[in-house]
């Protein structure tokens, strides 16, 4: 047997070992599958159905029992007729959905016979109450007495009977649930056992196959190492042949060839040593290197005479080409004018070289730094001897960039047409009939700058290491000579880096900023699509603020973009008519959740005079209190975050008039000191810089709100106590749009007392002033000790609260507690506490911060003595159905974009089809009948731009197919460039549900 065939055999044992432990446990999984799907869909299910019959067995005797003996009490009544009409036909559907699935005949008929005792009992209790229905019913004696004997005869002892029954029925289906778990744990702890014991048998088996594969390998590789060792040493002996017939002889044998080829390729090599060049030998093989190197050194000699006939031709080659280059460069140095120069040079190079073509072309990188091109200079011809300059055919080239990267290293580039792997370069010197060609880079003040390119149109041109030298040298000049020029126009050049300067800077905006709106594509673009499905009130407003903050960090994006227009002074600042309350009670619920991560409490004091609306640039303000707000946030550990916002309201402003808006936000963070308080607002500044590395930012946000406070024509300043906390405050004056009070409280309620109760000083306050503004007399209480204290004295004065407002996460005693009308005033998820609030018939909630808006609504609720919860309306967005069968070519190189836009398309019926750049996509479209193309611009292999013209120029009806460029490149120039490209329209990224449900409807038929 060969040893291959041991080996197979020792991995079959293995094999089959491990199958057979695979088998048992597949097996075992199983059975324990069938007996967890048993207790989980019919044991557990039916058990928990009989507790919940158990419980309504139950609450019926305790109600009937509260109507005869507590008299009249209605909400029991009620809670006995929801179990008679509802409660009780609901759970006996679902009894008799489990009972289907019993195969137990005894518990089926107890279970019809509970079930026909419970309908008794509850025919007994509509009797009791149609005898005692009113009060009048209880002071007859009579009716009392039986109703009360009626209790004691019949419903409690039929109630025991009820619950013994289900009790017993309940045992033993549970009885059966234990019986079939105790089995799935014995075949649980049998299967543990058997892969131990054949895990233990693998290991056996595997030390003892590696014993025996050990003594039967290394014992006779150990014995050929050492013949080996003898033949590196010169040694030639044979081996006796082993009398085996595996591998090992077969290696043995191998060996012994190898000694008798040895010997005879040593005998060649001292014929040639005694310089017997007649000596036959031919290699041992086609992998002999050996051999091959013997003959070559046979053959090396015997040309050597004709190699230094070569050398002394290369010489007079090389004395050639030093004098063209000497002359070139004399040419090129000696005249002023670099035209004339250059022209003068490469036309005397060419000649005296023997060419039949000199270029000088200048390289450069494409726009997003990732691939090179180049731009002829100035080209001389052998055949017509003239010069040309800048011809428009050979303007960005690049399609060369591989052999531009390699120039860019230093090395040099030389061509033999028919020779050439690529298929393009190959072409293009085809068509203009060069046979062999030589490039050589050249460089300006050790960069990269462009090569010199020389063209052989009637030979095979080999060039020798030393022509490439001269040439070298001759590359280096006209480098010198281009930085002289360079030097000598030192005036223009200032004027036009500064003009580069200025273009860099935009290009690199508008990078960053392609950078940034890729993600914030997805977050836009998946939150709008979340908030097209069902969701829950609490879900879709923080969707919502999620959606906001989205909003407000593109705009920050925008912002940021513009940073060096703010420089400038060429920053445009909007004006539109907003309303500064909702701008900030939206801004205060976007960092809402950061506050309550830090549980810091927020806290919103308005002017109650505040008009309406403002003319003014809403998303700058906006940016200036995200800023602050967060801040605010990012160096406060513990306490309290709040906003007032002033303003100096005149008797008599009417619209146009200007108005003074101060905005104060306080914190109770670490503070500042003193003498950094100036500093903070300088870019790229913090206060320490130890308070950069433990919070983080860059210390660019002050100074740029402090600027936009200033172009708004306000000013930003800061007070602080370290220790203590900080109070940023914006001063502003703005036009005011609209006069009218932000809030109103025109539904003011009929209120004579009100408790607030807060453990926050700051929020009872500015509460206590809301109903001061509204003329009702407000207390406060900073714990539920105190609250509950106030509420008895105001009792026994004959004057109770008609409100209490809570806080619920008060110290001693939740909010939910109390038990008077109660507003749930709550920093966390309101439907986290509401199924308890409910219990204690708090039915109003409040959100906190305090938004006047909302509680407006909330006592306008009261005014109309509406007891049903607050309850607002959010219908989901709906997206378009748009025809079947339509299939749209989405080109993106990013996989979470291409998840986006796939996911919003699929939902609007449309089939997509996926390209990850631009060559997939057009290989996509030849595939596919495609009604519509949304195409990324920057993307590897072929971008967006040249794919288009590609699809443009294509002979068939799919030229015509609508292209719509989706892009993160968000300047105007972009979008012209798009469309000149050949595009129908542009979105740019991050985009919005609208935005592309317009395109959709406009290039697709809505279904």
Known sequence: MSIRSKIFLSFSVLVVLFILNGAATIITLNKNKRLAEHMMQIVMPSSDALDSLTLMVVQSKMYSTNWVFLRYNEEDKQSLRLIEDGQYQALKQKLAFHERQWDNTRWRDSLQQILGGFEKLLAIDRGIMQSLKTFPDYDDPVNKLQAEQVVEDQVLPRTASLIRSLDNLNEAIRSVGREENNKRVQASMALRSGITVLVIGIILAGLFFSLYMTRLIIRPMNRMRAIINDLGRGVILPIEPSRKHDEIGAMIQSINNLSSNLRATANFARDIGARNFSAQFQPLSAEDALGKALIAMRDNLRTSEEELNAATLDLQKKDQLL??????????????????????????????????????????????????????????????????????EYQHLNNVSYALDDLAKGEVHYYITRT?????????????????????????????????????????????????????????????????????????????KAEAASVAKSEFMANMSHELRTPMNAIIGFTDLVLTTELQKTQRDYLGNVRKGADNLLNIINDILDFSKIEAGKLVLDE????????????????????????????????????????????????????????????????????????????????????????????????????????????????????????????????????????????????????????????LRLTIADNAPAITFSNRPVLQHVLVVDDNYTNCHMMEGIFAHLGIPCKIALDGYDALSKMARAIEDGKPFDLIITDHLIPAMDGVRAESFVLMLSSVDRSVYQREAERTRIDKFLSKPVKLHELEALLGRISRHDGNPIREAHPSPQLPDFRKNAKVLVAEDEPINMLLITEVLGKMGLEVIKACNGGEALRKLAENDISLIFMDVNMPDLDGYSATRLIRDRQDKKRLIPIIALTADALPEDKEKCLNAGMNDYLSKPFRLEDLQAVLKHYLAVA
């Open 323 to 392: 004098e063209a280059a000497g002359s070139a460069t004399h040419e090129l140095v000696s005249h002023l004018d670099f035209n004339e120069g250059i022209s003068r040079s490469i036309r005397l190079l060419g000649q005296k070289i023997h060419v039949d073509g000199v270029k000088v072309f200048k390289a450069g990188r494409e726009a997003d730094a990732r691939a090179w091109y180049a731009d002829l200079l100035v080209h001389w011809t052998s055949s017509t001897d003239k010069i040309e300059f800048n011809p428009a």
């Open 420 to 496: 050439i792997p690529d298929a393009y370069l190959k072409a293009y010197f085809e068509r203009r009939g060069i046979q062999a060609s030589a490039a050589i880079p050249i460089f300006l003040d050790e960069a990269f700058w462009g090569f010199l390119s020389l063209n052989d149109c009637h030979r095979e041109r080999e060039w020798t290491p030393t022509e490439f030298s001269v040439l070298r040298s001759f590359a280096a000049l006209l480098g010198s000579a281009i930085a002289r020029i360079h030097m000598e126009q030192q005036l223009m050049v200032a004027r036009d």
């Open 576 to 731: 539109a008519a907003f309303g500064l309350l909702q701008l900030v009670e939206d801004t205060m619920d976007m960092m809402a959740i950061k506050a309550e991560e830090k549980k810091l409490e927020l806290i919103c004091d308005f002017d109650r005079d505040m008009p309406m609306c403002f003319l003014g640039d809403e998303a700058r303000i906006r940016q200036i209190l995200v800023n602050l707000l967060g801040n605010a946030i990012k160096f406060t550990a513990k306490g309290e975050i709040a906003i007032v916002v002033r303003c100096d309201r005149q008797e008599g402003a009417q619209p146009g008039d200007s108005m003074g808006i101060n905005i104060a936000i306080s914190d109770t963070g670490i503070g500042i000191p003193a003498d950094k308080l100036e500093l903070i607002f300088e870019s790229f500044t913090q206060a320490d810089n130890s308070t950069t590395r433990k919070y983080g930012g860059t210390g660019l946000g002050l100074s740029i709100s402090k600027r936009l406070a200033s172009m708004l024509g306000g000013d930003l300043r800061a007070a602080s106590t370290v220790g203590k906390g900080s109070t940023f405050t914006l001063d």
